[in-house]
Structure formats: structure tokens, C-alpha cells
């Protein structure tokens, strides 16, 4: 009795976490967000997220369906309690026989207690958490519900979450419809569904699916008959291959929703579709561009990866590459990798100095040895140039000068003047932590591409602070706009003066045509911008904008190791070429904010339609916001007319011509 007290107690204390993940009283009809993605123009463009989607009850679905998801799942589904003793014992015993892991021991309750509570986790906590949820799941649900919700929210490659969007994403059809092929096929992804989804490896995908076939004959649910038709004509899915998804943009996208829908209160509907502001030409022209630059010159410099972000200069993406190839590697390097900015950091600095009214792009300083510490910066060319313009220092990106101007603003303190620096970064839009070091002023420390670019849009808008977002326009399941741009964030902050903002512009412009990034130069479009490389070559940079757009390029390797010697006036400044020359074509031209417009005809000139420049695919027109609004309203008030209830005497929706239409 006293160690079944104490066996009790241990099971309480270990039960205690589990439970705690069973607060929320709705567990069985809880979802989370279900967005349909569409392009600037109003185009589905992808889905991201999972829908709670019970609209196939689960007596529609085939027979067969039900079978092939047990036989290979969990064959005593309706024998166990959640837990299923024997089917475990036999699982272990069929892995020492084959010497790995061939067959799995959870029950499909416990699989569902770890979608619907827990994480993908691989610890000894969280098998004794699923066990306990389990038992906890088959105490206040029927067999035929975790069945059902089981279905509904397994994910299955592709995107797709529940038997239901998987036939639909892989068939073309309900499940309601799938045939014994097709049910053994989608079976056969509930435990490896990104190795064995048949639109990336489809003799996977069959090889599976044989093997569910061979579960239903050993579990008796069908005999080999019955599944010789199966094996001879095997499912073939839809093929894919052709389809090109934003992968990259379509993750951000959907991390900017999940934050909206946090900070909006009342909102409860999980279905939504998002107008955003990708402009798929521009993003496929992006692509092209980081993969010929790869192509071309990656093994020559030693580099291996990209990314990319465009966004216009009031904070709204219009592209974003994260990486050389999606299906690799989903890792997302321009929005989530820290990486050190190096000389693309100086801006930052300079626009601090001008703010605190220490310097103009005019004044006059010292190029000169200078050390905090045992920390001596070193120039490029391993040398000092003397007096020289705040210009010409940023134009030539020399080191010792941000690191001079620190020390300045703080009064003789550097580390007075490398906080107002992390305020300036604040302010502009760098929201993780800076790491506050002697060598921050010349980019120690890391930022994620995406803030850096986000700080650039600063000087583009006149001084004034952008929030970075991918979602233009939010409307819930009903169609109503819940949330807008234009309407609903926060207004932009003035973090510079305009008259900074214009100092600060002329001398990145200065670096764009006569300094280290005179390889970003856009023919016909005046940019702005400066390069950035890392010690021992293992980043390189360029961040710059015209007076539309910002874009920041990354060049390196995901191990962090050295280059050959690439620099960011190198293939960032190449790469960012390629991208703005893309993002202006049939666009009319602006000048950078505050300087003269050196592509603009005199006056009195007759002006011309800009020619589209060499290599680069028309572009459709580009509507302004004010003409998307309207539309959208058009759009809302003909989809009332049509939902409204038909009036005695007219046309019934039945009609043939009124279904073509619709």
C-alpha cells in the first residue's frame, strides 16, 4: 500500500504539466488561423495555417479510407484505453527484429494529444505528458470524435492539414471520393508526411503506400484480392512541379498576421483571407536574380546563400527570398537570420552624429589611428588618410571615423555614445537586442536583414520611422474588412529631421556613384545606399533604396564560413541592381528624398514614358492605394447584391446562365 501511495503520487506530480495544457474548455473546436493569401492585385497566391474542418462528417468517408489509416496507425484503436499496452510491446519487439525504428507504438489518441496540446518535441517529459493527455482525451470524447478530429488535423504535406485538404491539395477531390489507391497514398503520410508526400517523391509516396496496402491484408481488414487492383494502378497526384509559391514571403506573411490578430481584441474568426502587398513579377525577377548570381559567381567568391527584401518606402514587402531554395531548407535568412552588418551599420552611426547636430556632410574630420582598449579599427587599406569630409568617409567607408564620432557623441565616453546609437536603431525600426561592444559603430553586432532594411526606409521617407508588413487589407470568413493598412497602423514617427534625412541621403547616393557601391548603380533610377562586409569575409551586404522602394541583399554561407574574398560592393551590389531595376520597370521615376533628380529632364523639357530597361519583363501598371480601395468596395458591395435574397418575379440563382456567371 505505501508504494502504491507514493506510485500514485509520482503519477500526480507527472500528470500535473500535462494537464495544465487542458485550460481552455473549447479543446476539441479549437483552431488555429486559416489564411488564404492573395498578391497586391487580389490573386490567391497561397494558404498558410490549419482550419478545424468538420464539413465531412466522418460517416462520409470511404470505408476503405478508415481502414487504411488503422491498419497502419493504430489497429486497436477501438480495443485500448488511449494507451494500447499490447500494440507498444509488439511495436518494440518488430524494431529489435529489424534492428531501427520501423514501426511506432503511439495510439492515434496520443498522436492527437500531441497536435491538439504539445509540440513536435522529442523528450522523455513529453511522452509522459501525450500518455497522460491520451487518457485524458478518451475520459471526455468518443472514440468516433478523436477518430474524426484525428482526420481533420494530422498534417499531411503540401500544406495541407486533415484527410480532407490533402486529397483536395494532392487529387483534386474530396476524400469522400478518394479510391483505395488514393486512401492507402494519403494514409500512408500520417507518419512522414514531407518525406513521403507524392508531389515531392512520388516513388516514395508509392512505396508507402504499398506498405499500407500490406497493413490491411496482415491486420485483416482486406484480403490481398481486394488490394491487387490497388498495387497494379497506383495513385497518381496532381502534378505540381510547375507551381511557383513565395514560399519565403507567404511564412513572413503569415507571422505578421498571427501578430496582427494578437493585438486586435474581439477578433474570433480563424478563417481569413489577407490582401498583401507581393508583387509576384517582382518576387519571381528576385529569384531569377539571386539564382543566376549564385549560378554565375558563387563558387568563385565561396558563397552558397542569398536573401533578399524589397518593400516600398512606406514599409510594405513586395518580395522576399530567404534562401537559394525553399524545398532545402525553409529557414528564412532574411528575416530570421542574425548576421553582423558590418560597414551597412555606419548609417546608423552618421545619422546619429547629424541628429545630435555634431557634424554636417560637409565637416571636416580626421582619419586617424584610434583605439578603445586593446581594440584598434583597421581601414581597408590598412592605412590612414588624414583630414577628410564626412562625405568622402562615407563614401569610402572608413572604419576609424564612426568609431571617432562615438566617442564624441558621448563627450570622450564611447560608451554614452554607442547608447544613443542603439536608441537611433531603436527608433528606425532594429527591435532585437543590440550587443553594446567597442566595434557596434563599424556593425558588430547582429540584426536580421529585414530590420536593417526597415532602418534604410528611414532616410527613403524623409526621416521617418516604417513598420515593416506583408498584409495590405484582412477580411474574416464573412468577407468583411476587419483590418487596413492605411487605416489602422500606427502613423510614422519622425525620427530624423527633413533636412537630415536630405544630408544623410546625398552622401548614400555619393556612395552609389562614386564610392564602394558603384556596382548597385539602376540605369535611369537614382538609388542610394552602402555596402557592408564582415571579417574575414564571411557576410557581405548591400542596403540602399530609390524614392520608391528599399531593398537589403545578403551574400554568405548558412556554416558561417569565409568567402573568397567577396565584399558588399560585390554580389550584393550586383544582385541589388538586378532586384531595382525589376521593381521600377514601367514605373515613373522618383528621385531619392531631398536630392535633385539627375535622370529628370530639364525644365521646360518634353518628358517621355520611361523605357523599360534591357532584360527585365514588363510589368503590369501599378495601381495606387486609393484605386485598390475603391475596387475593394466595388468588389464588397457587387458580392452583397449577389448574396441578397432573390426578389419575387426575378431570375433564380438556379438558372444556367446565372451559374455560369457566378
Known sequence: MTLGAIGMGLMLTAAIPAF???????WLKKSELSVVFQDRYGNEVGRRGIRHNDSVPLDDFPDHMIKAVLATEDRRFFDHYGIDLIGTLRAVLTNARAGGVVQGGSTITQQ???????????????????AFLALWLEARAAKAEILKAYLDRAYMGGGAFGAEAAAEY?????????TLAEAAMLAGLFKAPTRFAP???LPAARARANTVLDNLVEAGFMTEGQVFGARRNPATPIDRKDEVVPNYYLDYAFEDVKRLVAQTPGLTDRVLTVRTGLDLTVQRQTELAVEAILRQYGSEYGASQAAVVLMDVDGTMRAIVGGRDYGASQFNRATEAMRQPGSSFKPIVYGTALRE???TSRSIVVDRQICLGNWCPQNYGRSFSGQTTVMSALVRSINSIPVILTQQMGRGDSRIGRQKIIATAREMGITRPLTDSAPLPIGAAEVTLVELTTAYSTFASGGKRVTPHASVEIRNSHGEV???ADRDMPPPRQVFSAAVATDMNSMLVGVVESGTGRRAQVEGV??????GTTNSYRDALFIGFSGQYAAGVWFGNDDYSETNRMTGGSLPAMTFSRVMAAAHQGLERRP?????????????????????????PERPQVLSRRSLTVLSRIEKLMRDAWDAPMRPGSVSSADPQVRVLR
Open 482 to 484: 476587419i483590418w487596413r
Open 526 to 531: 537614382q538609388v542610394a545606399g552602402k555596402t
Open 199 to 201: 508531389h515531392a517523391n
Open 357 to 359: 547636430g555634431l557634424i
Open 170 to 178: 494532392y487529387f483534386g477531390k474530396s476524400v469522400r471520393d478518394v
Open 592 to 616: 531619392v528624398f531631398g536630392q535633385p533628380d539627375a535622370a529628370r529632364p530639364p525644365s521646360g523639357a518634353p518628358t517621355t514614358a520611361p523605357v523599360p530597361l534591357a532584360g527585365i
Open 20 to 26: 495544465r495544457e487542458t485550460t481552455d474548455g473549447d
Open 112 to 130: 492527437l494529444a500531441k497536435n491538439l496540446f504539445l509540440t513536435n518535441e522529442r523528450s522523455i517529459e513529453r511522452k509522459i505528458k501525450e
